[in-house]
C-alpha cells in the first residue's frame, strides 16, 4: 500500500465507532472505503479473497459467527456478498454489548429486505465519496465552512489552481489511486471505471442482466444533463437517437441500479417556509458520485473542457456540489438545491442539523458575480426567516483567484481555499 492520505471520514468513523456497535461505510467502488476502514480495524476480513471467498461464503451459510472472530474493530469487506453477516453483526453486537465492535464496507446496496433488521441503534452509516480537493490537497483549505457558521468575519484566501489544472482535476476525480498520478493515466482509470460499470457492476447489482449499450446512453445522458434537473423523460428522449425502444420504467430502474452502487448521487431539493405561497420545484438535480465520471462517458479529456466553457461549467458545478457534500457531513450537515416555480433558485443550500443554513451560488468568472449576488439576496430575502432564521452567510464559490468578503456582505470562495 502507498501512503495514506488522510481523509475527512477518519474522525467521523473513529466518533461513530464509540457512539456504535457497528458502523456501515458505503460509497462507490475506489473511493477508499476499504483502506480507510483498514487504518482504523484491528483485524479484517476480505470478502473478494480469491483464495478464500468459497471457503468464506461457506462459512457465512452454515456458521457466519465465525467469521466475525477477531480483534476488534473488526473489519468486514464488501459484506453484502453474504448479506446474513448484517444480522450475525447485529445479533454479536447486541450479545457483546459494546461499541466500536465491526466495522462494514460495502460498494452495493443489497437488494430491499435482504437483512431481517434495519440495524437501528446498533449499527450506524457513514457515507464515503471520492476525495474533495482538501483531501487530495489541491485546496489549502484557507476559508473554513464551519468557522463562516461561527464566525462569519473577513475573509482571505488565495487559489493556486488555474483553470487548466481545474480541467485536470475534475477529469482525474478524487480516486485516491489517482491522486498524483499523470493526468492521462488518471482519465484512464476512470474510463476503465466506467466501462466496469457498464459492463458487469450494473447487471450484477440485483443479478437482472441490463443492455450496456442502454447503460452506456444513459450515463451519457446524465453526464448530458448533469447539474440540472432533466426528467426521466428528457433522459429517455435524450436516448432515444440510440434506442427507440427504451420505456420510462427501464431507464427508472437503471437509475436505482446506478444510484445502489453509489455511481449517481442527486441533489434533492430544499423545501423551507417561504414569505409567500410561490410554488417550489422538488425535483432533484443529477449529479454523478463524481464530475469525472462524467468526463470519461461523454468521452472528453481535460483538454477538450477548455474549449468548451459551457461544459466545463455544469461539470465545476458538480465538483463543487460534490465538496460540499464531503464538507456538509463533517460538519453535521446536509446539501439540498432550490429552485421556485417564478425560476428563483440556489444552487446549494447547506442546512446544519440545528437549523443554521447558508445559501451558495456557483459561478467560475468574476463577471457573474453581481449578478449571483443580486440572486442570493432575492433568494434569502423570499425565505421566511421567523421560521427558518437568518442565513448565516451567502456564498459564491468560484475558480477565481481570491477568497473576500464584498461591500454587500456576501463572501467570495475559491473552490480551492475551501474546507471544512
Not at 477518519?10 to 458502523?23: I, N, R
Not at 479484517?44 to 465465525?66: E, F, G, I, R, T
Not at 467469521?67 to 453483526?89: H, K, S, Y
Not at 463524481?290 to 458538480?318: C, Q, W
Request: glycine share 6%.
Amino acid at each position: 500500500m502507498g501512503e495514506y492520505l488522510p481523509r475527512i471520514a477518519d474522525q467521523l468513523l473513529q466518533k461513530a465507532l464509540l457512539a456504535s456497535g457497528a458502523v456501515l461505510i458505503e460509497g462507490p467502488k475506489w473511493c477508499g472505503k476499504t483502506r480507510t476502514a483498514s487504518e482504523a480495524a484491528r483485524s479484517v476480513l476480505y470478502m473478494q479473497d480469491p483464495d478464500k471467498q468459497a471457503s468464506h461464503l461457506q462459512a457465512a451459510s452454515l456458521k457466519p459467527s465465525l467469521l466475525l472472530q477477531g480483534d476488534t474493530p473488526r473489519l468486514i469487506d464488501e459484506w453484502q456478498m453474504a448479506p446474513v453477516l448484517w444480522d450475525a453483526v447485529r445479533f454479536m453486537v447486541d450479545q457483546r454489548d459494546k461499541t466500536g465492535q465491526f466495522i462494514l464496507t460495502g460498494s452495493a446496496v443489497p437488494a430491499d429486505n435482504i437483512a431481517a433488521h434495519t440495524g437501528t441503534g446498533r449499527i450506524s452509516r457513514l457515507r464515503m465519496r471520492t476525495m474533495s480537493l482538501f483531501e487530495s490537497l489541491d485546496s489549502n483549505g484557507t476559508v473554513s465552512l464551519l468557522s463562516l457558521f461561527n464566525h462569519p468575519d473577513d475573509i482571505s484566501g488565495i487559489n493556486s489552481i488555474s483553470i487548466e489544472r481545474l480541467s485536470e482535476v475534475i477529469s482525474r476525480g478524487g480516486w485516491p489511486a489517482s491522486i498524483g498520478i499523470d493526468p492521462e493515466i488518471a482519465e484512464k482509470r476512470v474510463q476503465d471505471y466506467v466501462d466496469a460499470v457498464i459492463q458487469q457492476d450494473i447487471s450484477r447489482v440485483d443479478n437482472v442482466e441490463k443492455s450496456p449499450d442502454k447503460v452506456r446512453a444513459l450515463m451519457r445522458s446524465i453526464a448530458r444533463n448533469i447539474s440540472t434537473e432533466a426528467t426521466l423523460t428528457t433522459l429517455k428522449r435524450d436516448m432515444e437517437g440510440f434506442d427507440e425502444s427504451i420505456s420510462l420504467p427501464t431507464v427508472s430502474s437503471y437509475l436505482n441500479a446506478l444510484s445502489r452502487i453509489f455511481v449517481i448521487e442527486d441533489l434533492p431539493a430544499w423545501n423551507p417556509s417561504l414569505r409567500s405561497k410561490t410554488p417550489l420545484r422538488t425535483s432533484s438535480k443529477r449529479h454523478f458520485t463524481d464530475p469525472s465520471i462524467a468526463v470519461a462517458v461523454m468521452g472528453v479529456t481535460s483538454k477538450r473542457l477548455l474549449h468548451d466553457f459551457n461544459t466545463f461549467g455544469y461539470l465545476f458545478e458538480s465538483l463543487c456540489i460534490r465538496d460540499l457534500r464531503v464538507y456538509a457531513e463533517a460538519i453535521g450537515g446536509s446539501l439540498y438545491h432550490f429552485r421556485a416555480k417564478t425560476g428563483l433558485e440556489s444552487d446549494a443550500v447547506l442546512v446544519l442539523r440545528d437549523g443554521r443554513w447558508a445559501a451558495i451560488e456557483v459561478k467560475m468568472g468574476a463577471n457573474e458575480f453581481d449578478l449571483a449576488s443580486e440572486n442570493l439576496f432575492k433568494f434569502s430575502n423570499r425565505i421566511d426567516t421567523d421560521k427558518m432564521g437568518d442565513p448565516s452567510f451567502l456564498m459564491i464559490l468560484t475558480a477565481t483567484e481570491f477568497a473576500y468578503k464584498r461591500e454587500d456582505g456576501v463572501y467570495v470562495v475559491p473552490l480551492g481555499c475551501l474546507k471544512p
